[in-house]
Structure formats: C-alpha cells, structure tokens
C-alpha cells in the first residue's frame, strides 16, 4: 500500500488510494480515477476557508494531480463548501492538532477497538463514500509559505514513500510512518535568531557560521528529521547594541553554555526547509521550553512542547478581543501595504482560523521589537496573548497614522516643486526623443557635483570657479562651441586629487632593501634618499625636493627613479623633456584655443590621482628653444620649491599646490642645462660602473632578466666569469650596462635556437601545473665534458593517472667561457687602450672623460723639421678650442722648463714639431690634457721615455700650477682598464679621489701635485721617492 503526499498550488494534501499500489496507476493511468472517489483534502483551512473533496473529474485526466488553474476550476464546481460539514468534520480536517489515524482497507484504526474512527464518521457522511472507497491516511503537517509548504512535502513523501515500500512486502493492513513527528522531538539542535523570534506557522532565514552546527542540520535532513529549536538571543549587557554586524560576530563565537546562558528559555520548533550555502530557511511549528542542555557542540537541548492553555472558543471576551485584531489590521491596510497579502488571506476568512495563530500572525507581521515579540511567543494564555498584540498592532496604527501625516504635510509642501521637477522631466524626455537635446546638461552637473562633494579639501577659490562654470554650463546652449569648452574645463577642474595624498612610507630600512633589490651600487644617490626619509620621518611629514641625477647613459638614472617612488610608497609618473621646444607642454595651452590642454604636470596629477607623486622629468639637458617660447625658463617655476606651492597651469588658470611632490630630474652633462635652472636642483653625480661592478650587475641582475624573457632554464646554460669579464672589456666598454644588457640577451637568444634546432625541448611543451614535474631535456652540447646529466621522468597528459613510460634524454649544459664567446657575440668591439708595452720617447698616456665615461687618450710628439730658428708647433687630432689654447700653453710651458732643467739644450728652438691626439675622428676638447702635453712635449726633448704604467691628467697655467679637474671616478676607472697602476691627480682633487670606494683605489698608487715639476720627476725617474 502506498501513500502519496503532495501539494496542490503550494498548499499540502493527502491522497487516499486502494490497496495494491494505486497512486502508480493513478500516474500512469488516467482513466483509473472513473469511477473511483479519490479524497483529497488540504490541512490550510485558514488559508482556503472551506476543505474540499473531489471526486474523478476532468481535471484528472492529464494527471494525477490538476494544475494551478484546474485547482481553481476543482474548488469551484466540485468542492464540498463548507456548510455541508458537520462541526465534528470541520474539527477533524481543520484542527493541526487532532490525531494520527492509520486506516486499514475495512477503515478501522489500527491498534484500536471496534468503535468506528472519527475520520471514518466524518468520511461516511460525504455523499458517495463508503468502506471501499479509501485504504489509508496519513496526516501531514502544514506550513504558512506556499514554498516551504512544497518542500516539506517532498521530503515527507519521500519518506512515505520508502517506509511504503517496506510496508508493501510485510502487510497491507496497517502502516506506521517511520519520520519522526514534531512532537516526537524532544532533544533538538538549539539555533540563536539574533533578531526577532520565530512564529509558529511562519519562516525565517538565518545564516550558520558554525560548520559543525551547519553539519548538524544537513545531517538530520538527511536522516528525514528536519527539526531544530529556534531561541531568540537576549541582549549581551557588554556590548554595543548599534552594531548588528558585530552582534552577529559574537553570536558565531558563543559556544556551549555560554550560548545556553544568552538563549531565552522559550523558542519555536522549527522545521528545516531548505539549506543552501551557510542559509537556513526555518518554518516554525510549535512552542518549546528549554529543559537542560544534552552536549555542548553543537549545543543541542532537551525540550518540552508548550501547548496553549485552556480556554473557551464562545468567550465573548476572546471574540471581542480577536474582533479588534483583525479590524486593527484592516485599518492598518489602509495606510500600509506590508504583508498585505497574509492580512488579506486571514481577515477575509475570519472563522476559519483559531485565536492563538491569530494572534502569532498579529505578533509577527507587527513592526515590534525583539522584547515585545518575544513576550507575546512565551504567553501561553490565548487571551493575554491576543491583548498584548491588540496593544503591538495599536502602536502600530499609530505609527502608520503618524507617518501618513507627516507624508501628506511634505506632499503639501513639495507638491508644487515636484510638479515643475516632473514636467521638466517629461519636457527633456520629449526633447531626447525628439533629438532636440543631444547633450543632458543636468546629467553632467550632477556628474560635476558627485566628484566635488566627497572631496571637503578643495581650496576655496577653485570651488568658487567650479560654481561659477556649472552656473554657466546650465545657461550655455548644448550645441553651442562654449558649451564644449566649458564642459572640459569642469572635467579637469573636477577630476584632479585635491588635497589627496598618498600615505608616504618613512622605514629606512625597508626603503634600503627596496633600493639595494632593484640596483647594484649608486650609493650616493640610495644615501640622499634615506637622508630624505629619515627627515620625513623625524618631521612627520615631507616636504617635496628637486634633485637632478646627472651622468651617462645606462647607469640607471631613470630606473633608479621607479625604486625611489616604490621606497617611499608614492605614485611614479614620468615624462621626458629631450626636444621639448613648446612651452605650453609644461604650463597647458589657454582654453581660447581649439584643442586647448593642460600642461604636463596637470596630466601628470589627474593620472596619478594623487598630489604628492614621484614626477622623473627626462632628459632635461636636452630642452629645445624654438619660436613657441623657452620650456627651461617655463620650468623654473615649476622646479622652485619657493614658487611651485603657488604654481599656474595657463589651461586652469587657478594655482595648484605643486610643494608635496618630488621631482627627480636626469641629464647626461649637467653643462647643457642652463645655470638658473641648475640652481634650484640639488645634483647627485652618478659615474660609469668599474668592471667588478658590471660583472656583479651582469650575474645577479641581466642575466637573470635574460634567461627568463628567452625561456632558458638555469640548469641548461652557465656563463663563466671570464665569459662576462671578456664581454665586459671587449664588447660593452662603456660606463653603463645599457649595451652589456643587449649583448647578454643576444647571447641567450642563440642559446634558445640552438636548443629548439638541437631537440632540447620538445615541439609542443606541455605547460607544467606542478613545479615539481618533470622537464624534457636534450644534449645541446656537442664537444663539452664532464657535465652532469640530469633526468627526469614525464606524465603523459592523455592519461594522467598512469604513469608514462617517457625517453629519458641527457644535456649538458651549454658553456658559455671566453674561448667560444666570440661565437655568440662575434668579434671583440674593443681592444686594448694600451697601445705600447713600452711607451717611447714623445708619447704620453693621459687620462680623459666622456659622456659615456672615462677613457686613456694618449698624446704623441714628433719632429717634423729641425735646424737652427726652425722652433714652432703642428696640432692635429680635431682638438677643440680649448685643447688647441692648452697645446700651445704646453709648448711654452715645456719651453721654460726645458731653459731651467738644461739651459744648454736649444730642442724648442730648432725643432718643428707636430702634436697629435688620437683617434683622429673623435672630437675633442677640455683643458684637462695640459700636463699630459708637457710630458710630451718633454719626453722628446730630452729623448727620455715616461714609464709605461703611468696615466696623469690635469690642467696647466702659463706658470706651471696644477689646476683641478673633472670626472676623478670615471678616469679612475679607465687607468683600471688600461692596468695603470701609477697615476697622477691635481692635489685639489684629493678629496675627490678619497670619495671613491675601496675596490676603485684598489691597488694603485696615486700622487697628488700641485705644479709641473713634481710631474716632471715622476715622470722622468728624477726622484722615485713616492708621494
């Protein structure tokens, strides 16, 4: 025997059939039910008003059960109203709380005596009906939400349906549900509502955090026990009861008794309807007391189901009382739509429902508090409980009215306002459709206002102007040019960060491990910064600076810039000023101009969007100067921290507070910049790097770089340090590593073509999901030894489970070593700058810097002619203006040296000489080779060659001083390169030269002198005392 529970329009029934298995013909039979009475009847008589039993009609036949519209047809025509049942028949299809009635075929109770069932009296007087027209019974348990009410029924038919299934093979004469009853549950799992309390006949979401908690009620949904306790929590005295986010917080972290401790005693039993993620849907059922606590997590409790107290159905005092109710909430319809569909349902069908659920229903749909509702749910005597929602719902109507008062005031107040808003409206729409209006004015004034009104920190006259422009965007004419003007203006004006900063990081330590990450050395420039933070810090706050980075190309001055702007946690902007020749690039164009545009630094702050950025202006020795104006002399403003507070973009015409930024500058010679520009920059030089810091640079920085952007694994190539030292000195001699980064990449990219065409790796890679598998390698190696081989098994990805039985192929490593570079990177570039092994007589080696650092230039004499008045001087080398003055400085100066040293030697008088400076294509200029000429000039005279390690610079006067010179670092580092290990400064430079770091000095040996005829004696071994 089989039952079936359903719901019909989202309202629960029960289905009697005949003994072998009906309601499986029912389905699949149609015309079955001729003939046969199937009694359906609906346990919501308070939503329905009437119980209804049909008989086989129409609406059976594409089913068992008729549809939504049928249903209404069935109620309709073949529906027993409610006056054909007697007051027993209404008691027992109405009353939630009669009992459970199994029926055997003969329609006797189960267990019972012989005395005929009610149910079986009341069945007996519907018209047609008989002992053989029903089998079974099974009562189900309703809900108030249609939705709930439909899964409630699912789950209890399946249920029916299994114990069915069982029942079937055992007997057909009795069958005894086996999902337990709501009053069968006596230890349920103790749920807080942190809100309002839970109604019988009414749902409520709510959200489990707890996952043992949420295990729980899937668990016993599982087990066909869908019921849990519902305990509205009590306010917690420590905390603030404003925040319901962090009431809800400390609800997820209460535990055990302290939970037990913050639950009102009396809760509803509530019916699990649904669970989705960490939401619970509860349909409540029944009061239940809190008797004592079974197990702590999760917190599960024994119960007892409250039952209402006695009380008289004709008492004139209750019917009054629940008159009042219902008329209340009426009156409250009128005035507010909340739940007016449940009102609706209960008002219009006022005998069909019992005083204790409409008083539950007046509690719950009420707008009291927590406290109030809570007390209504723990009175079990119907009359007080009817009186204390008859109070809620008048306070309710009170607030209804005072609220429809206040309404109609401001209706009265705004309504001519609103009724010209309201045509407005209308009026634009129509001119939209019309197209008359393309551009919605109001719109782009409210866009305006919304960036303005969140920003309190806009200076006073800009927000004057921008009232003034939106006053003038409303009277402008959409199609009109002044309306576009007007319209960008506002777009920049509203767009730019106001008073916004970004908060600044002041930890010199972490400013120093940024720095010392991105770059190798450069330790004045990582000082000036630190130095720079730690005023910051010490002050609280920073004020902006302008400091210049000059030196040559590939040192890094612009990347250095990205470090500095990541240390101290500011945006980074850049824009390079190398060609500029149009002022309005940096101080904007005026608006009078079609196309007209801020300058860059206004750009800059609306791409930033904040106004202390990090701003690199490149290459600023580089400006150009041309008819549209002087961009060096529009940057001084821009660049003076004593104007730049107060700074006037011409496209904005309002001053912007320019004093938070930071402003490097970069520049390869700082003589190119104009001197009052100069001089409102703090210059930090950065000189070339010397090889031990290129090879470092190249390890520990482009190499790395290089194998990762070619694909090169570590284990598949090595690059030996005489390979880089080689690379170094032959390829990239230059005081950067901007061409030794290239000439690496070239060497990877040969290295990744020779694997590819060598089979190292395979023609489609798989890409690996675990960087602990295996990698397919090849031998790219064709005559290296003694390298490890590495192997390494392969998963098949067509079958990932199982393990590939792969090749296993052996490498070696590709070695990269000084013997085969030439083979990646061609022939060397440069050779040695030394020419001589053995410096002879008239050629000295000097020492000279450049723009891409220092470099030997030597300086050679010969006779051209001697004879007696023969005396005179050839300069060739293409020496600019400056050299050619100190040639001929030299040649008197070694004249008068030459009278003092050897009075008797007429070498100048008589000789023609011709003095030349290689390479003959190299410009060249400086007065920093003077010396070096007079060592010449005298080597020849005296026929005496200088020694071949030695390398001077340094200017000279007519009188023989030593004047200082430039560039101490990157000459330095050339007499390095060249393996000169005595070299010869001005004594002025001294200090320049103890500046220079341990591994430069290194293993030379430096004097300092202050006139030619120290120089004279170094030079020439008449003193090798050294300095």
Not at 427 to 438: C, D, F, S, Y
Not at 867 to 881: A, F, S, V
Request: charged share 25%; net charge negative.
């Amino acid at each position: 025997m089989a039952v079936k529970q359903t719901a019909i329009a989202g309202r629960t029934g029960l289905v009697f059939g005949e003994p072998e298995n009906p309601m499986n013909r029912l389905k699949t039979t149609p015309s079955y039910c001729e003939g046969k009475m199937v009694l359906l009847f609906s346990l919501m008589p308070l939503k329905l008003g009437f119980c209804f039993v049909g008989a086989s009609s129409p609406e059976f036949s594409n089913g068992f059960l008729p549809k939504r519209q049928n249903f209404i047809k069935l109620n309709r025509r073949n529906c027993y109203p409610r006056s054909s049942f007697s007051p027993t028949m209404l008691k027992l299809f109405t009353s939630s709380a009669s009992r459970v009635h199994h029926l055997t075929p003969a329609i006797r109770v189960v267990g019972s005596s012989p005395v005929e069932s009610p149910l079986f009296k009341a069945l007996s007087q519907i018209t047609g009906w008989n002992r053989r027209s029903a089998s079974v019974g099974h009562r189900v348990f309703f809900c108030s939400e249609p939705t709930d009410g439909e899964a409630a029924a699912e789950a209890e038919a399946k249920a029916v349906e299994s114990d069915s299934e069982v029942s079937d093979s055992k007997s057909s004469s009795a069958i005894v549900p086996t999902n337990p009853r709501p009053e069968d549950c006596l230890t349920v799992l103790a749920l807080p509502v942190p809100h309002r309390p839970l109604f019988p006949g009414f749902y409520m979401p709510i959200y489990v955090k707890d996952p043992k908690v949420l295990a729980a009620l899937q668990e016993s949904r599982r087990r066909q026990a869908p019921y849990a306790g519902a305990f509205l929590l009590k306010d917690d005295p420590s905390a603030d009861s404003s925040s319901s986010t962090d009431a809800e917080k400390n609800i997820n972290e209460l535990k055990g008794k302290e939970l037990l401790n913050r639950l009102h005693e009396v809760g509803t039993l509530a019916q699990i309807s649904s669970i989705q993620g960490d939401q619970v849907i509860l349909v409540g059922h029944r009061r239940l007391r809190i008797k004592e606590m079974v197990s702590e997590e999760p917190l599960t409790v024994k119960v007892d189901h409250l039952k209402d107290n006695p009380f008289d159905m004709d008492d004139d005092v209750v019917k009054a009382t629940s008159f009042e109710v219902i008329s209340t909430l009426r009156d409250v319809l009128k005035t507010s739509s909340l739940w007016r569909d449940h009102v609706q349902t209960y008002t219009q069908h006022i005998g069909d429902f019992t005083y204790p659920r409409l008083a539950d229903f007046g509690a719950a749909i009420c707008g009291a508090n927590r406290h109030q509702a809570q007390e209504v749910l723990e009175e079990l005597d119907v009359h007080k409980r009817l009186r204390l929602t008859l109070e809620l719902m008048k306070k309710e109507m009170e607030i209804s009215k005072i609220q429809e008062t206040i309404a109609k005031a401001i209706e009265e107040k705004i309504s001519g306002e609103q009724r010209r808003y309201l045509l407005n409206e209308q009026l634009k729409a129509i001119k939209k459709e019309l197209g008359v209006e393309t551009d919605d004015k109001s719109a782009l004034s409210a866009k305006f206002k919304e960036r303005i009104e969140p920003n309190k920190k806009i200076p006073a006259h800009v927000l004057q102007v921008i009232e003034e422009e939106l006053t003038k965007l409303q009277l402008l004419e959409a199609s009109s040019s002044e309306f576009n003007v007007t319209r960008n203006y506002l777009d920049w004006l509203t767009i730019l960060p106001w008073g916004n900063y970004s908060n600044e990081n002041f930890d010199v330590a972490r400013a120093q491990t940024i720095l010392d990450e991105d770059h190798y050395g450069l330790s004045d420039v990582k000082e000036r910064i630190l130095e720079f933070i730690a005023v910051g810090r010490l002050r609280g706050t920073s004020q902006g600076k302008i400091i210049c980075l000059s030196g040559p190309p590939g040192v890094g001055k612009t990347s250095i810039g990205r470090s500095i702007a990541r240390a101290l946690n500011r945006k980074f902007f850049r824009f390079s000023v190398g060609g500029l020749a149009d002022v309005a690039e940096i101080k904007g164009h005026r608006r009078t101009y079609v196309g007209a545009m801020p300058g860059k630094m206004v750009q800059c702050l609306k791409s930033v969007g904040t106004a202390n950025p990090l701003v690199l202006i490149d290459e600023i020795d580089k400006l150009g100067r041309g008819h549209a104006g002087d961009p060096a002399s529009a940057l001084l403003e821009l660049l003076d921290p004593e104007q730049n507070a107060n700074f006037l973009d011409h496209y904005l015409d309002v001053t912007i507070d320019l004093s938070k930024v930071l402003f490097v500058c970069t520049a390869n010679v700082i003589d190119m910049i104009p001197n009052p520009l100069l001089d409102r920059m703090e210059v930090i030089s950065i000189a070339g790097y010397i090889t031990d810091e290129k090879v470092h640079i190249a390890r520990d920085y482009l190499e790395k770089t290089a194998r990762g952007d070619c694909g090169v694994k570590p284990e598949q190539v090595e690059v030996s340090d005489a390979a880089l030292l080689s690379l170094i000195e032959n390829y990239c001699r230059e005081a950067g590593v901007r061409n030794l980064q290239k000439q690496i990449e070239k060497i990877y990219r040969k290295i990744a073509l020779k694997l590819v065409r060598e089979g190292a790796v395979p023609e489609e890679p798989a890409v690996a999901s675990d960087p602990e598998e295996a990698e397919i390698v090849t031998d790219v190696g064709e005559s290296l030894e003694n390298h490890t081989v590495k192997e390494n098994p392969v998963s098949s990805a067509e079958e990932p489970k199982k393990e590939s039985q792969t090749e296993k192929i052996s490498i070696e490593k590709v070695m990269i070593d000084e013997s085969n570079l030439a083979d990646y990177v061609g022939k060397p570039v440069f050779h040695a700058e030394k020419l001589y092994e053995q410096t002879p007589v008239g050629v000295v080696m000097g020492l000279a810097w450049t723009s891409m650092g220092g470099s030997t230039l030597y300086i050679e004499t010969t006779v051209v002619e001697e004879g007696e008045g023969k005396g005179g001087l050839n300069i060739t080398g293409q020496l600019g203006d400056v050299m050619k003055e100190s040639a001929q400085i030299a040649h008197t100066v070694a004249r008068k040296i030459m009278l003092e040293k050897e009075p008797e030697n007429q070498f100048f008088a008589n000789s023609k000489l011709h003095l030349h400076v290689p390479a003959g294509a190299t410009p060249k200029d400086g007065p920093s080779a003077g010396c070096t000429m007079i060592t010449s000039l005298l080597s020849l005279a005296t026929k005496k060659p200088v020694r071949k390690d030695l390398a001077m610079t340094g200017e000279v006067t007519l009188t023989g001083r030593i004047l200082p010179i430039g560039g101490v670092k990157e000459k330095t580092i050339a007499a390095r390169r060249s393996q000169i290990k005595t070299i010869i400064f001005p004594e002025a430079n001294r200090r320049d030269f103890d500046e220079l770091a341990e591994n430069v000095k290194e293993g030379l040996n430096v004097h300092f002198v202050d006139d030619y005829g120290k120089i004279f004696e170094l030079a020439f071994g008449y003193d090798k005392q050294e300095d």
